[in-house]
């Protein structure tokens, strides 16, 4: 069982000055999901070498059990330094795809053409596509097979707009990730602010915000098992 997890590069937020990147939750809780479940995890990012985190991610208040543990993985650490190259990553190689969130991925990996064609074909192979958070960003150019937009007609969700208001981001991000999925024409739900919610849709698996990070990686290592 080979998981590709795949990090954004991006670590400026917007015009403010401040750093951004990928939310050490979003990584860690699905990190440890798949290595608990004997799983080969190959890490990648669009420009590869240690991926950007957000600052505030690694906060004592945004703390888990599996941040923690990360926290003291000198071996973890040392393979999120190393991330892959996405355009050196064959889609072949990989039973499915996770993609961390984080405000990175809406500047990068939404407009990254191997990631585009990356998800495209293990979508359509029927591979697990699985994003969390922002992470869902990834699917804004992404085709089905026939040409209209992958999420068209798909139940998926990501980080809300109530959400993104709460931490006063959505007059910087470049766009709000609810509004552009339903623009798709995506069948788009959410729950609560911060509360779990996940949703699986054939082999598209989507999370709204970091507490989903664990239902969302447990949905792909169901997928995978079928």
Sequence with gaps: MKILLILTSHNQLGSTGQKTGFWLE??????????????????????????????????????????????????????????LKLSDISPDDYDAVFYAGGHGPLWDLAEDRNSIALIETMYASGKPVAAVCHAPAVLRHTKSPDGTPLVKGKSVTGFSNTEEDAVQLSKVVPFLLEDELKAKGANYSKAADWHPYAITDGNLITGQNPASSDPVAKAVLERIKR
């Design 26 to 83: 979003e990584f860690a809780t699905p990190f440890y999901v798949f290595k608990d479940a004997n799983a080969d995890v190959t890490l990648a990012s669009p420009d590869g070498g240690q991926p950007p985190l957000d600052p505030k991610s690694n906060e004592p208040d945004f703390q888990t059990e599996a941040t923690e543990r990360f926290n003291g993985d000198s071996d973890a650490q040392a393979a999120l330094a190393t991330t």
